[in-house]
Structures are given as C-alpha cells and as structure tokens.
C-alpha cells in the first residue's frame, strides 16, 4: 500500500475511534434526558391534567441530539452512520414518521422514517464543503400532518489529512549577487495545503531544502531562501538548481508534501581586472599610413560581463610626441591603435608604447590595491614607402599688381622628395584650377609667372592648384593651393554713382539745392576714396549754377537765379569734373541733365513738356491722345473691312475661263497596233493656251523668270516626236523653277546565282540548244509578234 494511503487510514481510524466515543456518552445520556423530558411534557403518566394545568402548561420537544459529524472521504461499503433523531411522542407504538429536509436531504443524507437514523449516501469531501445545514420534523404517519414544528441542525464534516501542500506560483527563479555574505535573503516561497488549519496539524508545514546544499538554505517556518556557502563565484558557477520541499502535519512521519524548484542565478559584480593575452605586442606600420587609420590592434580580457567587463585603453608611455592614441572598440572591447600624425621613416623608424587597460566601473571594495588594471608593451616599427615630394608650405598667399607685366615672376613654390633616394621634382599648374591659363610654372625651380595681364576690378583672388610629380615615379604626385592676390593701382577713374537728372521748378529761389551727386571708383586705394568735383574750365563762370562741396565725397547743385523758364529754356546740362586722390589721379567729366518744371506752391513737381502752354484750355494731353487712338483704331477697322470684301478667290492659272474649245482628232485607218509608233498625233498633248506663251502659277512665285519657248508650227501631222520629247527634256533641264520630279534608273547586270537562270533572250539565241518557241503564239495577239520572230530564227537555222 502506498505510504499516502496508510497515512489516510491511520487519520480515518482515529476519527472513527473520537466518533464511537462521541456516540457512546449520547447513547448513556438518553434514558435520563427522556425521563426528564416525557416528565416536563406528561407524555409519559395516565392522569388526565386539571383545566387548570392546561391552561398554564405548554408542549415541548424533546429532540435527544447535539450538533451532528461526519467523517470525509469515507468509502466502506455501507451507509456511514451520521446519528439518530428521537422525540418524547415516540413512545410505543405511536403512528409517527421522521421527514428530513434541506441541503442534501434524500441525494447525500437519508433518514430511516421509523427511527430517525441518518446515513450518510455518498463519499464527502470537507475541502467541497464543510457543513451541511437540515431541517427535522415529525409527522403523522397516516394523515401526514405535523405533530411538531420542524427544528434546524447542522451536520459537520471532519477533516482528515487528505490533501498534499502545493506550490501555486513555482517554479521559482531568483537572483543573489556573487560573492554574497552567508546569510543573505535570496528569494521567499509559499506553500498552501487544502486541509482544515482548526482541526488537527493536517495544514501545518513546514519546509526543507532537498537540494541545493550546502549553498544555500531555508527557513522551516517562514520558507526564507538564504546563502548558505562564502564566496560563490559567478566565474566559476553561475546557475544553481535548489529543490525545496512543503511537508504538513508538522513535518511529522505520515504527513503529505509538494516540492518545487527554485532556479538561482549569481548575478555578476566587478570582481575581476582586465588582463592582456600577451605582455608585448609588435606592429609594423609604413609610413604613409594616412592620419586616423587603424595601425594594430590589442585585447584585454576581462571575465566580468556587462559594464563590469568593459575596459578602457591608454597610452601611459612612449607617445611624447603624441604620434599615436588608443581607443576602444565598443563590440569588440580591442584597443585599437590608430595614428594621430604622419609617420617619417626618415625621421623616427621605431616608437615603443605602453598601454594600459582599466576597468570603466571598478570596484571601490575591491580596488583597495589599483588591481583592476593591466599593462603591456606595443612595438611599433615604421616601415619605409615610396612618399610623394612634399611641399615647403600646404597653401602659398603671393601677390602681384594688376599692371604688372606678363613673363613677371609673381613667386615661388618650392618641394623636396622625402626619401632617401631623394628623386628630382617638376612642377606643373592643374589647369582645371587655371582655364584661363593665365599663369605660368617652370617645372624646374617652381617658378610662377604671369601669363596675362591681370585686372583688380574684374577678379581679386586667383587660387589655383601646382602639383609637384617625382621625375622616377610619376605617380607620385603632391598639391598645393596657390592664393593669388591682385593688388591695386589707380586705373580707373571715378564717375557719377548713378545717371542724376536734377528738376527745377521755375517758381525757386535762388541758393535752392537742386540735386545732390556723388560718385563712385571702382579702385579700392589703402586710405579710402577723397573725389574733388569741379566745373569744366569754360563754365567755371556758369551764369545759372554753382557747386558746393558737402565734405562726405558729393556735392550739392545750386540754382544762381529764379528766372528759370520752360519756354525760353526746358533743359540745361551742367559737366562736371571728378577727380579721384590717387596716384597719378585720374579724373572723368560727367553731365548733369537738369530740366525745368512746372512747381505748386509747395515745390511739387507737376509738368516738364512744354506742350503743355499750347494746348487749348480745358483739354488735357491724354485727352487728344485718346481721341487720336480712337480715329486711328476707326480707320483700320475700315480698311480691314474693305479688303475683306474685295477679297476673292482666283484660280491658279492664268487663263481665260470662257476660253472652251474642242479638238477632234479624225482617224482614216485603224492602226497598226502596239508596233505602229506613227499613227498617233503627238501635236493633241500640247497646251492649246500654251502654245505661243509661258503661263506661270500664281500660287508659287519663282525666283528666276523661266523664258517660253517658241509654239512649234508643226501641223497635227507632221510633228516629230523625237524632236518633241527632246525639246520637253531640255525645257525640264533648264527650268529652274521645275523641280525634278521625274528620275530614270537604268539597271543592266540582273546578278548571279539565281536558281532559274537568265532570262535574256539574247542569251538564249546565242546557245546551241534546241527551244520550242511555238507556245508564245499561244499567250495571245500581244505575244503573237514575238513567237513569229522566233519562229521565224528557228526555221532559218534549219535551213
């Protein structure tokens, strides 16, 4: 039998030993409590009562039970006896019945109707429900009328130790830094056992660890998981399995249990320095690696995880001229090694480094020593390489006048070869950077000239590029960026700033300033501009105007009088001379446009045309131009109508329509034929209209006059008609106004290779063999000439 079984048996058997004794003190209590009842109801003397004692009396039950048990889950093979229901009127041979009702009653519990014993039917469970809740009465067996009203009772059902402890939220994972102090909590667990915790220890646990020792351990009571083992090492163990095990009836020999598991995992803490795989590590690198690229590479190792086993990368030794850094690859965590200036085999050809690897999160508890670090030592060997020349200076500023002249050596640029073979250099100027070509190079000595005449004011700055190549490798080939500057001189002279036209209104006053100018210069001078304006040497004494400096580079035109007037004079022009500070100063002569107009009274120019005083009064300037743009509009309008009307279509060859004539050929024979070339009148194809002059097409003018031809006089029967077509071809030939549309091909070679051969009749003469010609006179008339003209060739030569 399995070991659950005998301990549900052992827990049945002493249920039923603490019922029979129940049952037992009961059955003993009976007789004295139905002699005590039957005696406080009279049930049981034959003395009839008094009517006094009826009336003070009352009836009473006299029930001989108490609250009612039941043991679960039991399964014997008869009813289990619950208890027995007895009342005072059930005396003899009295005609009584038991009823039950209520939870259960007549499925789970039944009541034997004479006796009042109650059976359980059916196998119970507490964990289902715990109490059952009835109701007893006593009936009339016959009539079925109650003889008593009912009374309530509640029937118990008793635990026994039939459920095991179970863990609901297993299994259970957990997580315990490494290196944890013995006795720290890890994690907490929770059984729960379906039995009644009132009655008995069958809900009483208590818990133990079946594996996972000796690194950790449990509370029996409260189920604290805790480190039981110093100094656990993730590095060397990370995972741990811990079976724990939930034990009822107080853990005692024949309680039930559940076991779960709980999955602990050390978590990792910065316990380990970083360590080099190696104490030396060795690079060559050519010296033409470029700046940034990466020359080697070294690793730490670190056997943390996570931020703990991530390191940092220096340099602590050997990079005084800080030639080189060391970063750190982010997936990798290798320390790259990468260059921060060019190396010279020439000038250093071995460097020898230390690098150092730190931890980026070290440990303060840890750390006490600086442990969590590591060094090794880089040698790094430069490796010779065929450099390009390398230029005295990247970038060269030169500068030269804007009349300097060409061949004029502006500067020099100057590269050596880095090498020690130390190859000679030419110099040549990137024309993408020069199109116009106005420099020069001597690829020799670096020498630059100018090619052209330069100018400031066109373009100031010239950058161009100049390469300098190895005579033995032309491959090897450097730039530098040449800046050219234009300097300045004086060759431009200034002018007005703008084209100033000044008005005068003829109601001003003398003194008034009629119009402000200045000028512009296109030179920039180291001091800035000073312009000196003056009047031209014949209008020094100008009876209408003057000139005052304002001190700022312009001046102020004023008027001399206020006898201005349109009709004697609408416009004035006033030169002036500017003159800039340069060295040599150059000077230019502009005119001032000044014109006089009609003012208000405020000095608001209203008219400048002195059209305007003869216009008749009332009758503005745009009113006539209206009233002209109306008549011209009108008289377009009709010239447009009338060619329109007269407008008609002509026919495109000049000729006269009523000329309608008839020619009528008469024939006194019948023809010869197709073979009969003269019996046709060639004379009916010529133009009747045409015949003593050249009609010409109206819809294409010529550009040459086409001369007619003389009319043939031919009669109808006497034209020639080779004579006819040959003046037609000339005539076409030299008509210019004709174009050809005619044109003859002429194809005398039919090829070879053809599968039916040739169809020459020539050939075919010419040969020996013997044809029969005879089915030509067969095709019809048309062919009846040329199968008599072979025929006749055949019967010739048989003759």
């Known amino acids: 039998m399995p070991k659950r079984s005998e301990e549900m048996l052992a827990d049945l058997w002493t249920s039923l030993l603490l019922m029979w004794i129940t049952c037992a003190l009961h059955v003993s209590m009976a007789p004295f409590n139905n002699q005590s009842k039957s005696l406080q109801t009279g049930s049981g003397g034959s003395r009839e009562p008094s009517e006094g004692q009826r009336i003070l009396s009352r009836a009473k039950r006299g029930w001989v039970w108490n609250q009612m048990f039941v043991l679960e889950e039991f399964s014997g093979p008869d009813p289990i006896l619950v208890g027995r229901l007895h009342t005072d009127l059930d005396v003899g041979g009295k005609n009584i019945k038991y009823v039950l009702a209520g939870e259960g009653a007549g499925t789970i519990f039944a009541i034997n109707e004479k006796t009042g014993d109650i059976h359980a039917m059916k ?167 470029g700046v940034g690229k990466p020359g080697g590479k070294v690793k730490a190792n670190d056997r943390d995880v996570g931020e703990n086993g991530r390191s940092t990368y220096s340099i602590i030794e050997g990079n005084e001229r800080d030639f080189f850094e060391i970063t750190t690859d982010p997936q990798t965590q290798e320390g790259i090694l990468r260059l921060k200036k060019r190396l010279d085999f020439e000038t250093q050809k071995f460097y020898a480094l230390k690098v150092e690897a730190t931890n980026i999160r070290p440990n303060a508890q840890l750390d006490s020593v600086g442990q969590f670090k590591d060094t090794a030592t880089v040698k790094v060997t430069v490796e010779d390489c065929d450099e390009p020349p390398v230029f005295s200076r990247s970038t060269y500023t030169l500068d030269v006048h804007e009349n300097a002249t060409v061949n004029t050596v502006i500067g020099q640029v100057d590269a050596r070869d880095p090498d020690i073979t130390g190859s000679q250099v030419r110099y040549f100027i990137d024309r993408h950077t020069d199109l116009e070509r106005q420099f020069n190079i001597n690829v020799e000595d670096g020498k630059i000239t100018l090619a052209k005449p330069l100018d400031r004011e066109t373009e100031m700055w010239h950058n161009i590029t100049v390469t300098a190549t190895e005579v033995k490798n032309h491959s090897q080939i450097s730039r530098a960026i040449i800046a050219i500057r234009v300097l300045d001189i004086n060759d431009n002279a200034p002018e007005f700033a703008t084209e100033f036209e000044a008005f005068l209104c003829e109601n001003g006053k003398p003194g008034q300033v009629i119009q402000t100018v200045s000028a512009v210069d296109r030179d920039d001078p180291q001091n800035g501009h000073s312009f000196l304006y003056s009047l031209v040497p014949e209008m020094l004494n100008n009876p209408n105007f003057t000139i005052k400096n304002n001190g700022d580079n312009s001046i102020s035109i004023l008027a001399k009088h206020d006898t201005f007037r349109r009709q004697k004079q609408e416009m004035y022009y006033l030169p002036i001379i500017v003159t ?138 006497g034209v020639d008609v080779d004579e006819f077509i040959n003046v037609r071809l000339h005539e076409a030939d030299n008509d210019p106004t004709a174009p050809p549309y005619d044109s003859i091909q002429i194809y005398g070679y039919e090829g070879r290779g053809s599968i039916a051969g040739s169809l020459s009749s020539l050939e075919t003469a010419s040969s020996e063999s013997d044809q029969n010609f005879d089915y030509l006179r067969e095709w019809g008339p048309r062919f009846r000439r040329l199968g008599e003209l072979y025929s006749v060739g055949e019967s010739d030569k048989e003759t």
């Open 123 to 289: 196998r119970l469970d507490r964990e289902e429900k715990a109490e059952y809740t009835l109701t007893a009465q006593v009936i009339n067996r016959d009539t079925n009328e109650p003889l008593e009203p009912p009374s309530e009772f509640t029937i118990k059902v008793q635990d026994i130790n039939d459920n095991a402890p179970e863990f609901n939220n297993g299994p259970y994972h957990a997580t315990v830094p490494e290196m944890s102090a013995v006795g720290t909590s890890v994690t907490k667990v929770t059984a729960t056992d379906a039995d009644d915790p009132v009655y008995g220890n069958s809900a009483r646990l208590v818990y133990s660890i079946l594996e996972g020792q000796p690194y950790f351990s449990i509370d029996p009571n409260s189920a604290d998981i805790k480190v039981a083992l110093q100094a656990m090492d993730r590095e060397m163990r990370e995972e741990y399995l811990v079976v724990i095990q939930a034990k009822d009836m107080g853990g005692h020999m024949g309680g039930l249990s559940g076991t779960t598991t709980v999955t602990i995992t050390l978590t990792d803490i910065n316990d380990n320095p970083p360590k080099f795989s190696k104490n030396l590590y060795e690079f060559t690198i050519p010296e033409d690696l």
């Open 580 to 717: 800039d500070n340069g060295n040599p100063p150059m000077s230019s002569t502009n005119t001032l446009t000044i014109r006089v107009c009609g003012c208000s009274r405020e000095g608001i120019v209203q008219s400048c045309n002195v059209e305007a005083y003869v216009l008749p009064i009332g009758l503005s300037m745009g009113a006539l131009i209206a009233i002209l743009a109306c008549i011209i509009l009108l008289l377009v309008i009709v010239v447009l109508f009338v060619t329109l009307r007269r407008h008609k279509n002509e026919p495109l060859i000049i000729k006269d329509d009523e000329d309608v004539r008839e020619n009528i050929i008469r024939y006194d024979d019948e023809g010869g034929g197709e073979e009969d070339t003269e019996a046709f009148d060639i004379a009916t194809l010529q133009n009747p209209d045409g015949i003593n002059g050249y009609l010409p097409r109206k819809d294409i003018k010529p550009d040459l006059q086409f001369m007619p031809r003389q009319g043939q006089n031919s009669g109808p029967n």
